[in-house]
């Protein structure tokens, strides 16, 4: 059984730092490239960033880009999502997923296996 979890969420003020994690297990997404995604309260679900397991190439949204960093334990089959600088647009429900593919890739649809998500609230 393929599973996603995610870990790190929880409540911090404007300025601060989390981390969250995505443990994976079930079977080996040495292929598939890994993202995280997030959606606001009352908003569509909207891509972050992007990683592929083989390479140390990453991709973020520009809402994101300089302050949260996408990176990987291949040894862990752990994906993680360091949050910096926090702002309270930053509130979200954050996902990891799975990629159908090895490119890097930013839309909802290219991605299998989602986990259940963690909740970053960021206060001001």
């Known amino acids: 059984q393929v599973q996603l979890v995610e870990s790190g969420g929880g409540l911090v003020q404007a300025g601060g730092s989390l981390r969250l994690s995505c443990a994976t297990s079930?079977?080996?997404?040495?292929?598939?490239?890994m993202g995280w995604f997030r959606q606001p309260p009352g908003k569509e679900r909207e891509f972050v960033a992007t990683i592929i397991w083989g390479s140390p190439s990453t991709y973020y949204a520009d809402s994101v880009k300089g302050r949260f960093t996408i990176s990987r334990d291949n040894a862990k089959n752990t994906v993680y999502l360091q949050l910096n600088s926090l702002q309270p647009e930053d509130t979200a429900v954050y996902y990891c997923?799975?990629?159908?593919?090895?490119?890097?890739?930013?839309?909802?649809?290219?991605?299998?296996?989602w986990g259940q998500g963690t909740q970053v609230t960021v206060s001001s």
């Open positions: 997923a799975a990629a159908r593919t090895s490119r890097m890739v930013h839309t909802a649809t290219a991605y299998e296996y």
């Open positions: 079930g079977r080996t997404f040495s292929s598939s490239a």
